[in-house]
Every structure is written in C-alpha cells, then in structure tokens.
C-alpha cells in the first residue's frame, strides 16, 4: 500500500519555496539571488505536475511545467548577462551596494 | 512503506537537505553544487509522480544548462584569486523569522484543505500525448516561446556585450 500522496509532494514544494525566499532575502550575492528564484520555480514546478498526477487534469499541468523550464532558461539568461554588466561597473555584484542606475 | 516510498523519502531528503545547504552555505561554488543535487532530487520527484518527459527535461535544461550559466556567473563576478568567493549575508534573524511564520501558514493551508486526491493508476509514458498538445491545443504559446527564447538569447547577448 503506498502512503506517499499529494500531500507529501505538496508538503515538500512548500518547503522548497520558503528555503527559496530565506535565499533571496538574506544573500547579499546577486548569484545566490538567482539560485533562490531557480529554487521557487522548482517548488511551483513540483505543485504543476503533482496535481497533474493527482486531480485527474490529464497533462497539461506537466506542459505548464515545461513552459516554467523555458522560461526559467530565458530568465536566467538575461540576469546573469545583467549580473555581469554590473559586475563591470561596480566591480562587485553585492546587491546592497548597488544603488545606481546611470554609470 | 513500499518501494516507491522509501523512494520518495530519499528524493524528497536529497531535494530539501541540499535546498537548505544551498541558501545557508557561504562559499557560492558550494552552494552551487548543492544545487545540482537540488535539481537532481527534483527531477527524481517528477519521475516518481510519472511525468518521465518532464524529468528529462529537467536533467537537460536545469542541470545541463542553467546551472552552468550560473557556475559561469560565479565564476566570472568573483575574484577567484583573492579568495573573495564568499557571499556575505544580511537581515538573517528577521528573514528566518518571516519565512518560518509565512512557511507556517502554507503548510497550515496545505496540510486543512480538503484536495482532490485520487488514487491513480500507473500512468502510461508521456512523451505522445505531450507531442500532441503541443502540436494541437497549445501550438500558438509553444510558438510564441520560441519566440520569447530568441529574443531572450539576442538580448543577452547583446547586453553582455555593451
């Protein structure tokens, strides 16, 4: 008989999702910033193909899944080319010192 | 406890213990590879839950691609020779204070609300019937992602260049 059910699986994306925020409040590195939104796109990615599998929804939460992937590529993408261009300016990617918009 | 249990324990143990080494641990090269084991225990999650195309998708473009950029990102920001490979941290007691009680009040939501939970049965493989939605039903925001991913590409490109 198996136990696991939904509830497990929502049980671990909650937790995902909170370590996720603790990462982005408390890092000052604008990297360490990125891995927590990896780490909540991850927990909602988990919530999609749970309920997939257990709300008899037939696949198209596994397809918004797939989405949230591509999309989580572009975002990633364009903050590390961002986090680089900061990099050049400040020498530094501390987002507590980064207090300015024009160079 | 069945097998598919005691599965589910060591995914769900490697996927949350490697979360939390990720947003505690100073040194950023660490914390990115507790995310590959992160993404790893995830990808295992969705394997167990049936959705064996979605898994494969994670390996590829997660582990394969955007934990490398983020390696990249760490390694070109830090100056690797001076040791300035740490993150520093701020605000810990007022963040673990507000998420434990925000995370609190999820898993209190969670754990009192009625979902719908059927017991299903083995799911059959994936891959077709994922084709078939996006060729068919979801064509227009399969497109306009590729779309959106080019664009991303072009502009990232050219933003790191400037």
Do not use: C
Request: aromatic share 12%; net charge neutral; glycine share 8%.
């Amino acid at each position: 008989m198996v136990t696991v059910s939904l509830y497990h699986y929502l049980f671990v994306s909650t937790i995902l999702f909170s370590l996720g925020i603790f990462g982005i409040v408390t890092r000052k590195n604008a990297v360490m910033v990125l891995m927590g939104i990896e780490l909540i796109l991850n927990a909602a990615n988990i919530n999609f193909v749970a309920f997939a599998r257990y709300g008899n929804f037939g696949f198209q939460g596994q397809l918004m899944a797939l989405f949230v992937i591509v999309l989580a590529a572009a975002e990633a993408a364009i903050a590390l080319a961002i986090v680089l261009n900061i990099y050049k300016v400040f020498s530094s990617v501390n987002v507590d010192e980064i207090d300015r918009l024009k160079e | 406890m069945t097998l598919y249990d005691i599965i589910f324990y060591l995914f769900a143990l490697v996927t949350i213990s490697s979360a939390y080494l990720v947003v505690t641990v100073r040194n950023i090269v660490y914390s990115a590879f507790s995310l590959l084991f992160t993404l790893f225990g995830i990808a295992g999650l969705y394997a167990l839950l049936g959705a064996d195309f979605v898994a494969i998708v994670q390996l590829i473009v997660y582990v394969g691609g955007i934990l490398i950029l983020m390696i990249f990102g760490v390694m070109l920001t830090n100056k690797i020779t001076n040791v300035q490979i740490k993150t520093g941290v701020f605000q810990i007691l007022p963040a673990t204070i507000g998420v434990g009680i925000f995370g609190g009040f999820l898993l209190a939501v969670l754990l009192n609300t009625n979902w719908l939970n059927l017991n299903v049965k083995d799911s059959p493989a994936t891959t077709f019937q994922l084709g078939q939605l996006l060729m068919n039903e979801w064509v227009l925001p399969f497109e306009l992602l590729g779309i959106v991913l080019l664009i991303a590409l072009l502009g990232a490109a050219s933003i790191a260049r400037k």
